[in-house]
């Protein structure tokens, strides 16, 4: 009983937290009727499984002062759940006009059911209170069999129909064309085949018991189990077409990750320009994302403040030296920049040197660009013979004229 009662409120609590969520964002659009046909999905869901829980239901049929009457609700929300999820699907596949016609066939259906299984209901003879095998205890009798063959079949044939429109839809040209929107479809295939599923244990289950046959009663005591856990697709198809295009890729966030420690040697011999600006905004510091682009910031702050102490001689030697080694134009401009901050940053001058034009100072406007720039000017920083004998030269040019 334990277990039941931790799957059942864990994936109910789930809904509520999903159902509070999705209230909140579409207050503002209260009316529409795919709105409400997404909120009555997800309500329904949501406590159908809470009110599932062994202790729910001893609490229900205990202030009801209806033996069993927890499975009329709990079966009742599960049929609205079933129409209201069919409903949805076809609210996203047609047109408003189009669907509304269907969805109004739907409700006049669901309803119909949900009106002919309370007329059974109190129609049987059902005064053992049964928390747990209802169905295979009252299988035989004829109201109870007929209540539940109607509540099976109209939960297979609402869950079955939004499976089906939903993996019709994903294959859509327009919607195929959103990624995040057809991964969110497939999602909504897959909560509605937990429903299918169980609905068709539960039938066959009901029809062997018609036949005396009880040795698989324990898998239609099992099957509300399965369905519950429809909850868990039903979130994630809710949050991949909202959050699945604002998620970073993986690969994105590895790439960012080797630019960061690309540029972290860099950053580091430069932080005594100014230690003050050096920021990790609270929360970020494994985003990766955020680290490069505060690397970045600091590091164009730090090259603006060292570019009074550019040595015009050093540039243009550092340049023909990568000329000589036929290096790409943007390798050059790297070499280049790597030498006057290796020089800048490290010779503790106090009064700048001939500043380089203007014109020459990169204006990294484009992101990615200029991480690759920097990643480029960080190498040659560290690794690159041309800046070390570019720099050696400046030494023995500043020694000389210091004899002098």
């Known amino acids: 009983m334990a277990i039941f009662n931790l799957i059942y409120l864990s994936c109910g609590v789930v809904g509520l937290l999903l159902l509070a969520y999705k209230i909140r964002a ?3 659009s209260w009316g529409n009727p795919r709105v409400v046909a997404l ?3 997800v309500f329904f869901g949501a406590f159908a499984v809470l009110f599932a829980a062994p202790a729910n239901i001893t609490w229900i049929n205990s202030t009801s002062g209806v033996p069993n009457f927890a499975a009329l609700l709990v079966y009742g929300m599960v049929v609205c759940f079933a129409g209201a999820a069919f409903a949805l699907v076809l609210y996203w596949r047609y047109p408003a006009a189009q669907a509304g016609h269907r969805v109004r066939l739907i409700l006049v259906g669901y309803t119909t059911v949900v ?4 007329v059974l209901f109190f129609s049987s003879d059902i005064a053992e209170e049964r928390q747990v095998d209802f169905d295979t205890y009252y299988a035989t009798q004829p109201t109870i069999a007929l209540f539940l063959f109607i509540y099976l079949v109209a939960t297979a044939v609402g869950c079955g129909g939004q499976a089906y429109h939903c993996r019709q839809g994903a294959r859509d040209e327009a919607i195929s064309a959103r990624p995040w929107l057809a991964r969110g479809l497939l999602w909504y ?6 429903p299918v599923a169980f609905a068709a244990i539960k039938l066959v289950v009901l029809l062997l018991n018609w036949t005396g046959e009880h040795r698989f009663d324990v898998l239609s005591t099992a099957a509300p189990l399965m369905a519950s856990l429809g909850m868990i697709p039903l979130v994630i198809a809710m949050a991949l077409p ?5 998620r970073p890729s993986p690969s994105l966030w590895l790439r960012r990750w080797r ?3 690309a540029l972290r040697p860099l950053h580091r011999a430069l932080v005594h320009v100014n230690p003050a600006i050096v920021l990790v905004a609270p929360g970020k510091f494994l985003n990766p994302h955020h680290r490069v682009r505060r690397q970045i910031i600091e590091l164009n702050d730090w090259c603006w403040a060292l570019t009074p102490y550019f040595d015009l001689t050093l540039g243009e030697a550092a340049t023909s030296r990568a000329r000589e080694a036929a290096l790409p134009k943007d390798e050059v401009a790297a070499v280049v920049e790597a030498a006057q901050l290796r020089v800048a940053g490290t010779s503790g001058r106090s009064k700048p040197a ?5 014109a020459e100072i990169v204006d990294g406007t484009d992101l990615n660009a200029e991480h690759d720039r920097w990643v480029r000017i960080s190498r040659a920083y560290q690794h690159s013979p041309i800046v070390d004998a570019a ?3 400046a030494a023995r040019v500043e020694a000389a004229g210091g004899l002098d």
């Open 26 to 28: 579409l207050r503002s």
């Open 39 to 41: 909120i009555s999905t």
């Open 115 to 118: 009106v002919a299984m309370v």
């Open 189 to 194: 295939c897959a909560t509605g085949l937990f």
């Open 242 to 246: 909202a959050f699945g295009p604002q």
């Open 259 to 261: 630019t960061y420690f």
């Open 354 to 358: 001939k500043r380089r034009p203007a």
């Open 391 to 393: 720099v050696a030269d």
